[in-house]
Protein backbone atom coordinates (compact mmCIF):
# COMPACT_ATOMS: atom_id res chain seq x y z
CA UNK A 1 0.00 0.00 0.00
CA UNK A 2 1.23 3.25 -1.13
CA UNK A 3 1.49 5.96 2.12
CA UNK A 4 0.94 8.75 -0.63
CA UNK A 5 -2.43 9.46 -0.01
CA UNK A 6 -2.84 8.54 3.39
CA UNK A 7 -2.85 11.85 6.39
CA UNK A 8 0.38 12.58 7.84
CA UNK A 9 1.32 15.17 10.73
CA UNK A 10 4.39 17.83 10.80
CA UNK A 11 3.91 18.69 14.19
CA UNK A 12 0.39 19.85 15.28
CA UNK A 13 -0.37 20.16 11.58
CA UNK A 14 -2.22 17.22 9.83
CA UNK A 15 -2.40 16.85 6.17
CA UNK A 16 -4.22 15.29 4.13
CA UNK A 17 -1.04 13.39 1.61
CA UNK A 18 2.23 13.34 1.70
CA UNK A 19 2.77 15.98 -0.75
CA UNK A 20 4.62 19.58 -0.30
CA UNK A 21 4.78 22.39 -2.69
CA UNK A 22 8.44 23.36 -1.76
CA UNK A 23 9.82 26.73 -1.50
CA UNK A 24 10.72 28.09 -4.66
CA UNK A 25 10.67 31.84 -5.44
CA UNK A 26 7.64 33.18 -7.15
CA UNK A 27 9.04 36.68 -8.18
CA UNK A 28 5.56 37.75 -7.06
CA UNK A 29 6.43 40.33 -4.82
CA UNK A 30 6.85 43.86 -6.06
CA UNK A 31 8.65 45.86 -3.62
CA UNK A 32 8.77 43.32 -1.02
CA UNK A 33 4.82 42.96 -0.87
CA UNK A 34 3.10 39.56 -1.97
CA UNK A 35 0.92 40.72 -5.06
CA UNK A 36 -2.51 39.07 -6.13
CA UNK A 37 -0.79 36.78 -8.12
CA UNK A 38 1.14 35.16 -5.52
CA UNK A 39 -2.40 34.19 -3.65
CA UNK A 40 -3.78 32.90 -6.70
CA UNK A 41 -0.47 30.82 -7.36
CA UNK A 42 -0.73 29.06 -4.15
CA UNK A 43 -4.40 28.94 -4.22
CA UNK A 44 -4.03 27.13 -7.35
CA UNK A 45 -1.05 24.90 -5.83
CA UNK A 46 -3.83 24.06 -3.04
CA UNK A 47 -6.81 23.53 -5.44
CA UNK A 48 -3.91 21.00 -7.43
CA UNK A 49 -4.11 18.93 -4.28
CA UNK A 50 -0.51 19.70 -2.60
CA UNK A 51 -1.00 18.86 0.95
CA UNK A 52 0.56 21.67 2.03
CA UNK A 53 2.38 24.84 -0.42
CA UNK A 54 5.04 26.65 0.95
CA UNK A 55 5.30 30.31 -0.14
CA UNK A 56 9.07 31.05 -0.62
CA UNK A 57 11.33 32.70 1.11
CA UNK A 58 10.09 35.99 3.10
CA UNK A 59 13.48 37.86 4.27
CA UNK A 60 13.18 38.42 8.35
CA UNK A 61 14.68 41.60 8.10
CA UNK A 62 15.24 43.97 5.17
CA UNK A 63 18.90 43.25 4.94
CA UNK A 64 17.89 39.97 3.93
CA UNK A 65 16.64 40.33 0.20
CA UNK A 66 18.69 39.88 -3.30
CA UNK A 67 15.55 40.96 -5.21
CA UNK A 68 13.78 43.58 -4.82
CA UNK A 69 10.66 41.53 -5.59
CA UNK A 70 11.23 39.38 -2.69
CA UNK A 71 9.00 39.07 0.40
CA UNK A 72 10.28 40.77 3.39
CA UNK A 73 7.54 39.83 6.01
CA UNK A 74 6.38 43.32 8.25
CA UNK A 75 3.12 43.99 10.16
CA UNK A 76 2.41 46.09 6.76
CA UNK A 77 2.27 43.12 4.78
CA UNK A 78 -0.24 41.17 7.06
CA UNK A 79 -3.35 41.62 5.40
CA UNK A 80 -2.20 40.24 2.11
CA UNK A 81 -0.38 37.26 3.60
CA UNK A 82 -3.90 36.77 5.89
CA UNK A 83 -5.80 36.67 2.06
CA UNK A 84 -3.51 34.26 1.00
CA UNK A 85 -3.91 31.90 3.80
CA UNK A 86 -7.88 31.99 3.29
CA UNK A 87 -7.61 31.20 -0.18
CA UNK A 88 -4.93 28.26 0.16
CA UNK A 89 -7.67 27.18 3.59
CA UNK A 90 -10.67 27.55 1.45
CA UNK A 91 -9.31 24.79 -1.10
CA UNK A 92 -8.55 22.72 1.69
CA UNK A 93 -5.22 22.81 1.57
CA UNK A 94 -2.24 24.11 4.47
CA UNK A 95 0.27 27.00 3.98
CA UNK A 96 3.83 27.28 4.82
CA UNK A 97 5.89 30.60 4.85
CA UNK A 98 9.59 29.59 4.45
CA UNK A 99 11.38 32.00 6.61
CA UNK A 100 15.47 33.19 5.93
CA UNK A 101 18.65 35.71 5.46
CA UNK A 102 20.29 36.02 2.21
CA UNK A 103 23.38 36.72 4.28
CA UNK A 104 26.33 37.33 1.37
CA UNK A 105 23.74 36.61 -1.29
CA UNK A 106 21.50 39.97 -0.29
CA UNK A 107 22.14 42.93 -2.67
CA UNK A 108 23.23 45.96 -1.27
CA UNK A 109 21.71 48.19 -3.76
CA UNK A 110 18.26 46.70 -3.43
CA UNK A 111 18.12 46.70 0.47
CA UNK A 112 20.18 50.03 1.24
CA UNK A 113 22.01 47.88 3.94
CA UNK A 114 25.58 46.42 4.15
CA UNK A 115 25.48 43.10 3.14
CA UNK A 116 26.38 40.62 6.06
CA UNK A 117 28.02 37.06 6.19
CA UNK A 118 29.37 35.51 8.91
CA UNK A 119 33.03 36.07 7.86
CA UNK A 120 34.74 38.13 4.91
CA UNK A 121 34.98 35.59 2.01
CA UNK A 122 34.45 36.93 -1.48
CA UNK A 123 31.39 36.32 -3.12
CA UNK A 124 31.87 35.85 -6.67
CA UNK A 125 28.32 35.77 -7.22
CA UNK A 126 27.13 39.08 -6.12
CA UNK A 127 30.62 40.68 -6.65
CA UNK A 128 30.99 41.86 -3.01
CA UNK A 129 33.06 41.72 -0.11
CA UNK A 130 30.55 41.66 2.69
CA UNK A 131 30.74 42.73 6.51
CA UNK A 132 31.45 39.73 9.33
CA UNK A 133 28.53 40.00 11.37
CA UNK A 134 29.01 41.70 14.87
CA UNK A 135 27.49 40.15 18.32
CA UNK A 136 24.74 42.92 18.12
CA UNK A 137 23.84 41.91 14.18
CA UNK A 138 23.77 38.39 15.19
CA UNK A 139 21.39 38.98 18.40
CA UNK A 140 19.14 41.09 16.10
CA UNK A 141 18.95 38.92 13.64
CA UNK A 142 18.02 35.81 15.80
CA UNK A 143 14.99 38.21 17.37
CA UNK A 144 13.87 39.18 13.67
CA UNK A 145 13.57 35.13 13.04
CA UNK A 146 11.07 34.92 16.50
CA UNK A 147 9.22 38.20 15.44
CA UNK A 148 8.49 36.98 11.88
CA UNK A 149 7.72 33.67 13.49
CA UNK A 150 5.15 35.67 15.08
CA UNK A 151 3.77 37.70 11.94
CA UNK A 152 3.28 34.25 10.60
CA UNK A 153 1.38 32.50 12.97
CA UNK A 154 -0.69 35.67 13.03
CA UNK A 155 -1.07 36.06 9.19
CA UNK A 156 -2.78 32.44 9.26
CA UNK A 157 0.44 29.62 8.33
CA UNK A 158 0.04 26.25 9.44
CA UNK A 159 4.03 25.47 9.33
CA UNK A 160 7.12 27.87 9.19
CA UNK A 161 10.38 26.65 7.53
CA UNK A 162 13.80 27.61 8.61
CA UNK A 163 15.99 28.02 5.95
CA UNK A 164 19.25 26.42 6.90
CA UNK A 165 20.00 25.65 3.59
CA UNK A 166 21.53 26.61 0.03
CA UNK A 167 24.01 28.39 0.88
CA UNK A 168 22.02 31.41 2.49
CA UNK A 169 22.68 33.05 5.83
CA UNK A 170 22.01 30.13 8.27
CA UNK A 171 24.19 28.01 5.96
CA UNK A 172 26.81 30.04 5.30
CA UNK A 173 27.21 29.94 9.45
CA UNK A 174 26.99 26.42 8.98
CA UNK A 175 29.26 25.65 6.13
CA UNK A 176 33.31 25.19 7.00
CA UNK A 177 33.92 27.32 3.61
CA UNK A 178 32.20 30.51 4.45
CA UNK A 179 32.73 30.40 8.46
CA UNK A 180 35.87 31.46 9.28
CA UNK A 181 35.13 32.53 12.25
CA UNK A 182 37.37 31.80 15.58
CA UNK A 183 34.27 32.99 18.07
CA UNK A 184 31.33 31.12 19.70
CA UNK A 185 30.14 31.27 16.00
CA UNK A 186 32.60 29.63 14.31
CA UNK A 187 35.17 27.11 14.71
CA UNK A 188 33.98 23.24 15.23
CA UNK A 189 30.32 22.24 14.28
CA UNK A 190 28.51 23.48 17.05
CA UNK A 191 29.91 26.40 17.44
CA UNK A 192 29.01 26.81 13.17
CA UNK A 193 25.64 25.26 14.47
CA UNK A 194 25.05 27.87 16.80
CA UNK A 195 22.74 30.55 14.81
CA UNK A 196 21.01 27.67 13.56
CA UNK A 197 20.18 26.55 17.16
CA UNK A 198 19.83 30.10 18.24
CA UNK A 199 17.11 30.94 15.51
CA UNK A 200 15.28 27.85 15.68
CA UNK A 201 14.54 28.62 19.69
CA UNK A 202 13.14 31.76 18.54
CA UNK A 203 11.45 30.50 15.86
CA UNK A 204 9.96 27.49 17.89
CA UNK A 205 9.45 30.07 21.30
CA UNK A 206 6.98 32.36 18.90
CA UNK A 207 5.65 29.22 17.11
CA UNK A 208 4.08 28.11 20.08
CA UNK A 209 2.32 24.47 20.08
CA UNK A 210 0.25 25.58 17.06
CA UNK A 211 2.45 26.14 14.36
CA UNK A 212 4.21 23.28 12.79
CA UNK A 213 8.04 24.16 12.70
CA UNK A 214 10.23 23.06 9.79
CA UNK A 215 13.95 22.73 8.94
CA UNK A 216 15.38 23.24 5.13
CA UNK A 217 19.12 21.77 5.26
CA UNK A 218 22.05 20.51 3.56
CA UNK A 219 23.18 17.11 3.32
CA UNK A 220 25.68 18.33 1.47
CA UNK A 221 27.60 21.73 -0.37
CA UNK A 222 28.34 20.10 -2.83
CA UNK A 223 32.03 21.37 -3.40
CA UNK A 224 35.25 20.05 -1.33
CA UNK A 225 35.79 22.24 1.39
CA UNK A 226 32.06 22.45 2.24
CA UNK A 227 29.53 20.64 4.54
CA UNK A 228 29.46 17.34 4.32
CA UNK A 229 26.84 14.57 5.29
CA UNK A 230 28.40 13.71 8.61
CA UNK A 231 28.36 17.27 9.84
CA UNK A 232 24.60 17.24 8.06
CA UNK A 233 23.34 13.81 10.57
CA UNK A 234 24.86 16.15 13.63
CA UNK A 235 22.71 19.11 12.06
CA UNK A 236 19.59 17.22 11.80
CA UNK A 237 19.87 15.87 15.26
CA UNK A 238 20.35 19.68 16.42
CA UNK A 239 17.16 20.65 14.41
CA UNK A 240 15.39 17.94 16.89
CA UNK A 241 16.73 18.91 19.98
CA UNK A 242 15.38 22.70 19.75
CA UNK A 243 12.39 21.26 18.63
CA UNK A 244 11.66 20.81 14.94
CA UNK A 245 8.81 19.50 13.46
CA UNK A 246 10.34 17.97 10.36
CA UNK A 247 13.33 18.15 8.53
CA UNK A 248 13.35 19.15 4.54
CA UNK A 249 16.74 17.50 2.96
CA UNK A 250 18.45 19.49 -0.12
CA UNK A 251 21.45 20.30 -0.81
CA UNK A 252 23.92 23.01 -2.41
CA UNK A 253 25.10 26.34 -2.23
CA UNK A 254 24.03 29.07 -4.46
CA UNK A 255 27.58 30.97 -4.79
CA UNK A 256 29.76 28.01 -5.73
CA UNK A 257 27.19 25.15 -6.47
CA UNK A 258 23.67 26.16 -7.20
CA UNK A 259 23.12 23.56 -10.23
CA UNK A 260 23.57 21.03 -7.19
CA UNK A 261 20.51 22.54 -5.66
CA UNK A 262 18.81 21.88 -9.08
CA UNK A 263 20.15 19.65 -11.84
CA UNK A 264 19.58 19.43 -15.03
CA UNK A 265 20.40 22.19 -17.93
CA UNK A 266 21.92 25.75 -17.50
CA UNK A 267 19.64 28.01 -19.26
CA UNK A 268 22.25 30.48 -19.44
CA UNK A 269 21.01 32.87 -22.01
CA UNK A 270 17.92 33.23 -19.90
CA UNK A 271 19.87 33.52 -16.96
CA UNK A 272 21.78 36.45 -18.71
CA UNK A 273 19.00 38.49 -20.30
CA UNK A 274 17.15 38.52 -17.03
CA UNK A 275 20.09 39.78 -14.70
CA UNK A 276 19.80 43.71 -14.54
CA UNK A 277 23.52 44.44 -13.45
CA UNK A 278 25.62 44.95 -16.55
CA UNK A 279 29.02 44.17 -15.01
CA UNK A 280 27.17 40.64 -13.86
CA UNK A 281 25.44 40.26 -17.17
CA UNK A 282 28.95 40.82 -18.88
CA UNK A 283 30.53 38.28 -16.00
CA UNK A 284 27.68 35.54 -16.65
CA UNK A 285 28.24 36.33 -20.44
CA UNK A 286 32.12 35.44 -20.18
CA UNK A 287 32.33 32.86 -17.62
CA UNK A 288 28.90 31.60 -17.10
CA UNK A 289 29.41 28.28 -18.72
CA UNK A 290 33.19 28.12 -16.18
CA UNK A 291 31.95 29.05 -12.95
CA UNK A 292 28.85 27.72 -12.88
CA UNK A 293 29.32 23.60 -12.52
CA UNK A 294 26.48 21.36 -14.19
CA UNK A 295 25.06 17.97 -12.63
CA UNK A 296 22.94 15.57 -14.17
CA UNK A 297 19.52 15.76 -13.52
CA UNK A 298 18.19 12.50 -11.85
CA UNK A 299 15.12 10.80 -9.61
CA UNK A 300 14.97 11.83 -6.53
CA UNK A 301 18.96 12.99 -6.90
CA UNK A 302 18.84 13.59 -3.16
CA UNK A 303 17.87 10.03 -1.86
CA UNK A 304 21.17 8.08 -1.57
CA UNK A 305 23.01 10.81 0.67
CA UNK A 306 19.42 12.00 2.50
CA UNK A 307 19.17 7.72 3.59
CA UNK A 308 21.90 8.51 5.57
CA UNK A 309 19.68 10.77 7.80
CA UNK A 310 17.05 8.10 8.06
CA UNK A 311 16.93 6.24 11.64
CA UNK A 312 19.39 8.89 13.32
CA UNK A 313 16.24 11.45 14.57
CA UNK A 314 13.37 10.92 15.15
CA UNK A 315 11.49 13.41 12.87
CA UNK A 316 9.43 13.81 9.75
CA UNK A 317 11.44 14.07 6.94
CA UNK A 318 10.96 15.34 3.58
CA UNK A 319 12.97 14.54 0.45
CA UNK A 320 13.29 17.15 -2.14
CA UNK A 321 15.00 17.73 -5.74
CA UNK A 322 13.84 15.13 -8.89
CA UNK A 323 10.83 14.00 -7.41
CA UNK A 324 8.13 13.66 -10.49
CA UNK A 325 7.69 10.34 -11.16
CA UNK A 326 4.97 8.64 -8.98
CA UNK A 327 6.89 5.21 -8.95
CA UNK A 328 10.04 7.60 -7.49
CA UNK A 329 7.47 8.73 -5.26
CA UNK A 330 6.57 5.63 -4.05
CA UNK A 331 10.21 4.37 -3.68
CA UNK A 332 10.70 7.47 -0.94
CA UNK A 333 8.47 6.99 1.00
CA UNK A 334 8.83 3.08 1.21
CA UNK A 335 12.45 3.70 1.97
CA UNK A 336 10.94 5.52 5.17
CA UNK A 337 11.12 9.10 4.50
CA UNK A 338 7.38 10.82 5.27
CA UNK A 339 6.67 13.79 2.75
CA UNK A 340 8.43 14.60 -0.71
CA UNK A 341 8.52 18.21 -2.09
CA UNK A 342 8.61 19.25 -5.31
CA UNK A 343 9.01 22.16 -7.20
CA UNK A 344 9.36 21.93 -10.73
CA UNK A 345 6.49 19.29 -11.06
CA UNK A 346 4.21 21.61 -9.57
CA UNK A 347 5.82 24.85 -11.50
CA UNK A 348 5.18 22.38 -14.88
CA UNK A 349 1.34 21.06 -13.69
CA UNK A 350 0.24 22.40 -10.86
CA UNK A 351 -2.20 20.10 -10.45
CA UNK A 352 0.27 16.80 -11.09
CA UNK A 353 -0.73 15.70 -7.75
CA UNK A 354 -4.45 15.25 -9.39
CA UNK A 355 -2.34 13.05 -12.03
CA UNK A 356 -0.60 11.51 -9.13
CA UNK A 357 -4.09 10.42 -8.11
CA UNK A 358 -4.60 8.23 -11.61
CA UNK A 359 -4.18 4.16 -11.62
CA UNK A 360 -1.27 4.91 -14.29
CA UNK A 361 1.92 5.51 -12.64
CA UNK A 362 2.41 9.69 -13.48
CA UNK A 363 5.28 11.29 -15.00
CA UNK A 364 6.00 14.64 -15.15
CA UNK A 365 6.31 16.55 -18.07
CA UNK A 366 9.25 18.60 -16.55
CA UNK A 367 11.71 17.98 -19.04
CA UNK A 368 13.91 20.04 -16.75
CA UNK A 369 14.99 22.62 -18.74
CA UNK A 370 15.04 25.21 -15.77
CA UNK A 371 13.41 27.85 -17.41
CA UNK A 372 11.47 28.65 -14.71
CA UNK A 373 14.40 29.53 -12.62
CA UNK A 374 15.65 32.01 -14.62
CA UNK A 375 11.72 33.53 -15.46
CA UNK A 376 11.78 34.60 -11.77
CA UNK A 377 13.86 37.47 -12.50
CA UNK A 378 10.78 38.85 -14.38
CA UNK A 379 8.16 38.81 -11.32
CA UNK A 380 6.67 35.17 -12.60
CA UNK A 381 6.59 32.01 -12.41
CA UNK A 382 6.60 30.94 -16.04
CA UNK A 383 7.18 27.31 -17.39
CA UNK A 384 7.80 27.23 -21.15
CA UNK A 385 6.58 23.92 -21.61
C1 LIG B 1 12.19 28.67 -9.76
C2 LIG B 1 12.77 28.08 -8.52
C3 LIG B 1 12.96 28.90 -7.40
C4 LIG B 1 13.47 28.36 -6.21
N1 LIG B 1 13.53 29.15 -5.09
C5 LIG B 1 13.81 28.58 -3.89
C6 LIG B 1 13.68 29.31 -2.69
O1 LIG B 1 13.30 30.49 -2.68
N2 LIG B 1 13.96 28.68 -1.51
C7 LIG B 1 14.36 27.36 -1.48
O2 LIG B 1 14.59 26.82 -0.41
N3 LIG B 1 14.49 26.64 -2.61
C8 LIG B 1 14.22 27.21 -3.79
N4 LIG B 1 14.25 26.45 -4.94
C9 LIG B 1 14.66 25.02 -4.84
C10 LIG B 1 13.45 24.11 -4.66
O3 LIG B 1 12.76 24.35 -3.46
C11 LIG B 1 13.87 22.64 -4.68
O4 LIG B 1 14.73 22.42 -3.58
C12 LIG B 1 14.56 22.25 -5.99
O5 LIG B 1 13.93 22.88 -7.10
C13 LIG B 1 14.54 20.75 -6.21
O6 LIG B 1 13.21 20.27 -6.26
P1 LIG B 1 12.48 19.88 -7.66
O7 LIG B 1 13.35 18.88 -8.34
O8 LIG B 1 11.17 19.31 -7.23
O9 LIG B 1 12.34 21.12 -8.47
C14 LIG B 1 13.81 26.98 -6.14
C15 LIG B 1 13.62 26.17 -7.28
C16 LIG B 1 13.12 26.71 -8.44
C17 LIG B 1 12.92 25.80 -9.62
Known sequence: MSKLFTPGKIGPIELPNRTIRSAAFEG?????????????????????????????????????????????LHEGIKDELRSLTDAVHREGGAAALQLGHAGFMADGAVTGQPVLAP??????????????????????????????????????????ELQAGHGYLISQFLSPYTNRRKDRWGGSLDGRARLMVEALRAVRAAAGSHLGVIVKMNLRDGFDGGLEVDEAVAVARLAEQEGADGLVLSGGFANRTPWYILRGDLPLDDLIAGERNQLK???MRLFGKLVVECFPFEEAYFFDLAQQVVGTVDLPLVLVGGLQNRLAIDRVLDAGFDFVAMAR?????????????????????????????ASMYHGEQHCPL
Not at 30 to 48: K, N, S, T, V, W
Not at 351 to 368: G, H, N, T, Y
Request: aromatic letters at 6%; a neutral charge; glycine letters at 8%.
Open 281 to 283: KLG
Open 119 to 160: SRVLNLFGLNLPRPMTEPDIAELIDAFGKATTIAKEAGFDVV
Open 345 to 373: ALICEPDFVVRLKQPEPAVSRCEPCNRCV
Open 28 to 72: MCPDGRPAPALIEHHRQMAAGGVGLTTVAYAAVSPGGRTFSHQMW
